[in-house]
């Protein structure tokens, strides 16, 4: 259970993170008027680049990540 219990450790951190840049994300933008869409390219940069790593290292491993996830449950 160990691993498990690092998966659930890195996804929450994760997490934190995420949260904390979308608060910095949208402070940057509406009081210190940086652009939506400078902020917009880091998220793209960092959206793509998560996207492309979920399917290089699924490909590596012969799994599909993708498929692990029920998508139309993100909606809640």
Same mark, same amino acid.
């Given at each position: 259970m160990e691993e498990r219990q690092t998966v659930d450790y890195h996804l929450q951190q994760a997490l934190i *993170?995420?949260?904390? +840049?979308?608060n910095q994300s949208i402070e940057v933008v509406i009081h210190q008027h940086?652009? =939506?869409?400078?902020i917009g390219q880091k998220w793209e940069y960092f959206l +793509? *680049?998560?996207y492309q790593t979920i399917r290089e290292k699924?490909? =590596?491993n012969k799994v599909n990540l993708l498929h692990w996830i029920t998508f139309p449950r993100l909606r809640h």
């Open positions: *993170h995420l949260d904390e +840049a979308v940086i652009s =939506q869409k400078e +793509a *680049h998560f699924g490909r =590596q």
